[in-house]
């Protein structure tokens, strides 16, 4: 039973550790960093009003899922500033961020204190005006937790395989979320992520995708997720389906039709990313990296809006 436990939890998570060619730098004062984590990131070429943050999955190494993704490629297309925190075994023996941990995903405590003090200097060192936010599976859940204690701090967020937050404060309802889904009705989800924002009026945009075929994070916690997002807004916002070659599309849109909140069920992918390997700089060999026509960082940069930026 133990050995089962330790599979649904840790799932052999994105088991990727290359040394990728990149000019990161190492962000080492920002500031209070109880959660112990440490974080590089990637200055564009030329001055950006745009940072991006990508949290990795379990046994992974930022930088590199950054290279293989294709972030790293968009940062440089786009010209943003690209901010990659980074968990360490010392915290966490598989280097999951600790989603359902308390200590770690309260706000204004632990790790998601440390991610919001190195967004913040980044800030302040950039001069960004604009903040995104993305994650992977477990970066995926924190993700989850920061969008909804920091509202005011993004302007769009993303999170690929991961969970609704608060979904789990320990280890064995983390487990149970995980293998079948959160245990809160969309409803519960939506009145506990409002606790503490209720004059918040503008909720920052977001987009969800998922395998369907997930053994590991339930899709049905992308599902919720969504659902969730797309009722935090006092506007009612009327959701449409299409599909697709190979994935489903839901989308829920303000009255000036503009996408709030977008879902993305992509057939026959498990755990992980998808990446369009007809693109520049994806890794289609790596462990939990999928080939697929919809690639996951594309789609996450194009629903942002940095498409209709001047490249």
Same mark, same amino acid.
């Given at each position: *039973? ?18 990728? +060619? ?11 960093? =109880?959660?112990?984590?440490?974080? +590089? ?6 001055? #950006?009003?745009?940072? !991006? !943050? ?6 992974? @190494? ?28 010392? @915290? ?5 961020? @600790? ?14 204190? #440390?991610?919001?003090? *190195? ?22 859940? *924190? ?5 909804? &204690?920091?509202? &005011? ?24 979320? *995980?293998?079948?889904? =959160?245990?809160? #009705? ?8 409002? &606790? ?22 339930? =899709? ?12 935090? +807004?006092? /506007?009612?916002?009327? !959701? ?21 909140? /977008? ?7 498990? &755990?992980?990313?998808? !990446?369009?390997? +007809? ?19 594309? @789609? ?12």
């Amino acid at each position: *039973m133990f050995s089962l436990i330790k599979y649904f939890f840790w799932g052999f998570l994105l088991l990727v550790s290359a040394t990728v +060619s990149a000019n990161f730098q190492s962000l080492t004062h920002f500031g209070e960093n =109880p959660g112990e984590l440490s974080a +590089s990131y990637l200055a564009p070429s030329n001055s #950006s009003d745009a940072l !991006v !943050v990508f949290l990795h999955g379990c046994v992974q @190494n930022a930088e590199t899922l950054a290279q293989q993704s294709g972030f790293v490629a968009l940062a440089k297309q786009y010209n943003f500033t690209l901010l990659l925190p980074q968990q360490s075994q010392k @915290n966490n023996v598989k280097s999951c961020f @600790n989603w359902f941990s308390e200590q770690d995903f309260a706000k204004d405590h632990g790790e998601v204190l #440390s991610i919001k003090n *190195m967004i913040k200097a980044l800030i302040k060192q950039t001069a960004s005006n604009k903040v995104y936010i993305a994650g992977l599976s477990a970066g995926g859940a *924190m993700t989850s937790a920061l969008l909804t &204690h920091y509202p &005011h701090l993004f302007s769009a967020g993303a999170v690929i395989a991961g969970l609704p937050y608060p979904c789990a404060n320990d280890l064995a309802k983390a487990i149970s979320c *995980m293998r079948n889904g =959160p245990s809160q #009705s969309i409803e519960e989800l939506v009145t506990l992520a409002k &606790h503490g924002n209720e004059k918040v009026t503008r909720w920052p945009r977001l987009i969800v995708i998922t395998g369907n075929n997930d053994k590991v994070v339930n =899709p049905k916690n992308s599902q919720k997720l969504a659902w969730q997002w797309s009722r935090l +807004s006092d /506007e009612a916002l009327p !959701v449409s389906k299409k599909l697709h070659q190979g994935y489903q599309q839901t989308l829920w849109q303000d009255t000036n039709e503009e996408s709030q909140v /977008e879902l993305l069920e992509i057939n026959e992918i498990s &755990h992980g990313l998808t !990446v369009n390997s +007809s693109l520049k700089s994806r890794d289609t060999s790596a462990n939990f990296i999928y080939e697929s026509p919809l690639d996951s960082a594309t @789609n996450i940069i194009e629903f942002w809006g940095f498409s209709m930026k001047k490249r």
